[in-house]
């Protein structure tokens, strides 16, 4: 049965159930009343009908505006309920953990904070808001996990973002959604949700040489950072202590928050954000630094701010 | 075509002028809709076997069809044939190309020339596009999204997209034609509100035409420089943005799906309150619900990317007015049925034909109203719901407007009647046919299967088997018309000039009209839909 096929895996998925349901109740009451009214006119009013017609509607205003008036209300609140739902579903709770996403044609590699790897599956603990940092490296892709309706594009060249909390341990269906190429069909996978205890073991027994950001520590020497970025440099450079997670004044007067996009876009792009009172000096590395290095390097200079936990 | 004899009787437009030549050059907007329908009708089963060999190939998990490369092409073929070289000129350039001046007292278009062009740049599209999508096609669906269309597709892109871009240029030719004729050539005492809702409805599809159409020419040209010189307007890895090709993709398919629709809520605005003797319900609402569904349609390109990564308030912002533009269409909806009430209804084919555009039109709007609320989408959008939608919408909305189009007039431009019997079992066919192919799509589309998959996990098997199973019938629904309407040329019953006792100037010319369509210019001195004499009887009900 569709249930059966279909669990209610996170705890968006009641919600976004509740609307659909909504939605079919309105939907259907419209379609009942369309069909019925067709079928009731059409054996009503068929021309061999001896029915008296009485006097035909002259005055077709008030029905107008009464119909229009409904319609407009109702639709009014289809919005309003879908609108509040997908603003929730945009912004996720500040103790979310994170993981990487990096999708390509045709794989998904997930790259867990602990340094743990894994390709067309994703192993995440039960009852933990889980925030999925995404990105591609060739077409543009697309992380569908039915269970937990939702999903999301993921574009090359940018970070987007996905939360959800995974309620109901089990195996799920992941789809890529976006079409990608030949074998779009083939970029499948499998959402693992475990239990606390499961996850921690699965997460030792998949442990490997480091961390991301421990990984991320020598790619910051190799790939040059430390030369201005570490406070010894000759380079007059921002500090990165504590800089994850707070705001940054920026030269043309703004100011925005240093979260995982900012600090791609600093590293890739470092020309269009320049940080108030510094000079635009910073190469671009964008095509020096593969999207595996830059999840490395942005966990490590998350871990220089210790007090905030993602 | 020079007239050697004086007859008695004015020739038609069919007999005047026999040689291929007199086709192939012919100014006569008559000839060249018929011109035009035979070519949009081997496009039509073109993009139907395509799509009967997608529903052969996922009646099994792994893909029947076995190469996922074969039928990624097949699904792009069926996409650009159905929507580029059917859907959108369809009916405008048959139905309306036909009617239009009929409809208004004209002897003609406006740019009869002109219009002779827009078929053959139209052929020289379809030619283009066929010869690509033969020699080995494409594998990007008909969406073309970059960077996959740009950097990374193999095949034949740019001819694709070129085949596209010269047929837009028959569209907008077409559009021109319309708008100019529309204001300058109607009939003494044919005021604006004198104009059946037909023409007002063209009259808005030709506007989006001349006004949605060069902004996919811009795009495809940038596709195709991208592509060809690299020149990073839509590639990341140079500055390029994904996204901008999307939002220029959209800007105008989505005003193309009111290009689709607007011209069938016309044409059932002509047949319902023929065949419910009685006049259209609120005019005047009707009139506008089309302007105002055309000038909406143009601000709602962002409820296709709700999940693309364009801003959150962006998405909110065209949630709403994608309910906005659903209002005038419940609007025309009531209306119809408003037309019906009290009437005395006939129930010929072009009728079974209107209702069922009625009923499937509506069904599809209203599973839009699930994709146009935003938590619903990020669930529903790029599965088997929203092929079920839009083919409701497109398929079943727009093909049996346009089936119900081609009886009503077919009369008219035959001059031959078809048959009534086996024509209404065809519709209910149709009808039947067609709910069984999508329904089933519906619930996929739930469940969570993606669109473009051409293998799937097992669970999905007992839906697809039942949707492919409907495309049987649906296949044969579609094929009875061509035998029978065929049939009909040679052995049909002559036509009258108004078998269907309706109202409009076109029934008052012969069936087939002169080449000049009328021997005087006729005046105008009452709205459109006087059925106010509720005992006329059909002429063969």
């Keep these: 049965m569709i249930w059966k096929l279909l669990p209610d895996a996170s705890s968006s998925a009641w919600e976004t159930d509740g609307l659909l349901a909504g939605l079919t109740l309105v939907t259907g009451a ?14 009503r009013y068929r021309d061999d009908s001896p029915i008296d017609r009485g006097k035909i509607a002259e005055k077709t205003f008030r029905f107008e505006i009464s119909w229009t008036i409904a319609t407009l209300v109702i639709f009014f609140g289809l919005f309003v309920w879908g609108a509040d739902l997908y603003a929730r579903l945009s912004i996720p709770p500040k103790d979310a953990d994170q993981i990487f996403v990096v999708a390509k044609q045709w794989m998904w590699k997930v790259e867990h904070p602990g340094g743990q790897k894994e390709i067309n599956a994703l192993h995440v603990p039960v009852n933990t808001p889980i925030e999925l940092v995404m990105t591609s490296e060739d077409v543009i892709h697309d992380f569908f996990v039915p269970a937990f309706r939702i999903k999301r594009d993921v574009l090359p060249g940018q970070y987007e973002t996905m939360w959800f909390t995974a309620e109901l341990p089990g195996t799920y269906h992941l789809f890529c959604a976006q079409f990608c190429g030949t074998d779009h069909a083939a970029m499948i996978g499998q959402v693992v949700v475990q239990t606390q205890s499961d996850f921690a073991n699965w997460l030792a027994q998949n442990g490997t040489s480091g961390t991301l950001a421990q990984q991320g520590a020598p790619l910051f020497i190799r790939y ?38 900012y600090l791609r876009d600093a590293i890739l792009q470092p020309k269009r954000q320049v940080v108030a009172g510094f000079d635009p000096v910073m190469p671009s590395f964008a095509g020096v630094i593969p999207e595996e290095d830059l999840i490395r390097l942005i966990a490590f200079i998350q871990s220089l701010s210790p007090e905030r936990p993602r | 075509m020079s007239q050697t004899v004086t007859a008695t009787r004015a020739l038609s437009y069919l007999e005047d002028g026999k040689t291929l030549r007199s086709w192939l050059l012919t100014t006569d907007h008559k000839r060249i809709a018929i011109l035009y329908a035979l070519s949009i009708t081997v496009f ?36 650009v044939i159905m929507v580029w070289f059917f859907l959108v000129p369809a009916a405008p350039v048959t139905i309306g190309n036909f009617v239009i001046p009929l409809m208004i007292g004209a002897r003609d278009l406006a740019f009869p020339k002109i219009n002779l062009m827009s078929w053959y740049l139209f052929m020289a599209g379809g030619a283009c596009a066929l010869y690509a999508l033969f020699a080995g096609g494409v594998d990007t669906g008909w969406t073309f999204y970059a960077p996959l269309s740009s950097n990374y597709a193999q095949g034949h892109v740019v001819a694709v997209v070129a085949g596209i871009f010269i047929s837009g240029f028959s569209t907008i030719a077409t559009g021109l034609n319309f708008v100019v004729t529309i204001h300058r050539l109607r009939a003494p005492g044919l ?35 991208e592509r060809i010189f690299h020149v990073g307007v839509f590639d990341p890895r140079i500055g390029g943005d994904p996204l901008l090709f999307q939002h220029m993709f959209w800007f105008y398919s989505h005003p193309a799906v009111y290009i689709m629709v607007l011209p069938g809520m016309g044409i059932v605005s002509q047949i319902i309150p023929c065949f419910s003797r009685k006049e259209l319900f609120g005019y005047k609402f009707v009139v506008w619900c089309s302007i105002a569904i055309a000038v909406i349609g143009f601000f709602v390109w962002g409820h296709h990317m709700f999940v693309s990564g364009q801003s959150p308030y962006a998405s909110i912002v065209f949630s709403l007015l994608s309910y906005f533009v659903a209002v005038p269409s419940a609007i025309k909806v009531f209306n119809w049925l408003g037309t019906m009430h009290k009437g005395r209804i006939h129930f010929n084919a072009p009728m079974i034909y209107a209702l069922g555009f009625v009923g499937l039109f509506t069904s599809g709007g209203l599973t839009g109203l699930f994709l146009a609320a935003l938590a619903a989408d990020v669930h529903l959008h790029d599965t088997y719901f929203v092929i079920a939608h839009f083919h409701f919408i497109m398929v079943g909305g727009m093909v049996s407007a346009y089936f119900a189009a081609l009886h009503f007039w077919w009369p008219k431009i035959t001059g031959r009647m078809y048959p009534e019997t086996i024509a209404r079992g065809a519709a209910l066919l149709m009808f039947l046919g067609f709910n069984f192919t999508f329904l089933p799509q519906y619930i996929l589309g739930y469940l969570g299967m993606p669109r473009r998959y051409h293998s799937y996990p097992p669970e999905f098997q007992v839906l697809n088997v039942l949707s492919s199973a409907g495309a049987s019938i649906l296949a044969a629904a579609y094929a009875l018309p061509l035998f029978y309407l065929t049939w009909s040329l040679f052995r049909g019953e002559r036509a009258p000039r108004n078998p269907w ?3 409009g100037l076109e029934w008052t010319t012969d069936s087939p009209p002169i080449t000049k369509n009328f021997l005087v210019t006729p005046t105008v001195t009452s709205g459109p839909y006087d059925y106010n004499d509720p005992h006329t009887k059909l002429a063969d009900v």
Excluded at chain 1, 30 to 43: C, E, G, N, R, T
Excluded at chain 1, 224 to 243: I, Y
């Design chain 1, 30 to 43: 419209v379609l009942l009343l369309v069909f019925w009214l067709m079928l009731v006119y059409a054996i």
């Design chain 1, 224 to 261: 040059g950072c430390s030369g201005c970025h570490s406070g010894n440099g000759t380079v007059r450079a921002p500090s990165l202590a504590g800089l994850y997670g707070s705001p940054v004044p920026l030269s043309d007067g703004s100011v925005t928050t240093a979260d995982d996009r």
């Design chain 2, 44 to 79: 039509f089963f073109i993009g139907g076997s395509a799509a009967a060999l997608i529903r052969y190939n996922l009646i099994t998990p792994e893909g029947a069809l076995r190469s996922a490369e074969t039928y990624n092409r097949l699904f792009t073929m069926h996409g």
């Design chain 2, 191 to 225: 005021t604006w509100y004198r104009l059946p809702v037909f023409i007002w409805s063209f009259y808005a599809t030709s506007v989006i035409f001349l006004l949605a159409t060069p902004v996919l020419a811009i795009t495809l040209v940038l596709l195709s420089f």
């Design chain 2, 501 to 503: 006792r309706a109202t």
